[in-house]
């Protein structure tokens, strides 16, 4: 089993930054790719951003430029670095792992989740 944990969300002014971080504790080693999925009232989970165990990233086109993913193995803790902040960006914040190769673009491809972060950005 692998256990997640998220820290870093918060209020903040648009135009702002925040850093969530996801630690993973317990078998980190089976972990292929770990990934943000972010949701909002009435709306599905959708993906933020995605990084591989090689380092392989992903974003959602609403993201790209603004946000970055990163990964220290060492500390087994995935970053999420939110710069620019939008209103729209307003959501729970939740960090997933899977051991998969595929589906990596959606909820159903990941097997563990964090408890969820909520981030507000006020405009």
């Known amino acids: 089993q692998v256990q997640l944990v998220e820290s870093g969300g918060g209020l903040v002014q648009a135009g702002g930054s925040l850093r969530l971080s996801c630690a993973a504790s317990?078998?980190?080693?089976?972990?292929?790719?770990m990934a943000w999925f972010r949701q909002t009232p009435g709306k599905e989970r959708e993906l933020v951003a995605g990084?591989?165990?090689?380092?392989?990233?992903d974003y959602t086109d609403s993201v790209k430029g603004r946000f970055t993913i990163s990964r220290d193995n060492a500390k087994n803790t995935v970053y999420l670095q939110m710069n620019s902040l939008k209103p729209e960006d307003t959501g729970v914040y939740y960090c997933?792992?899977?051991?998969?190769?595929?589906?990596?673009?959606?909820?159903?491809?990941?097997?563990?989740w964090g408890q969820g972060t909520p981030v507000t950005v006020s405009s």
């Open positions: 997933a792992g899977t051991q998969s190769r595929i589906r990596l673009r959606i909820p159903a491809g990941y097997n563990y």
């Open positions: 317990g078998r980190t080693f089976s972990i292929y790719s």
């Open positions: 990084i591989t165990i090689g380092g392989s990233t």
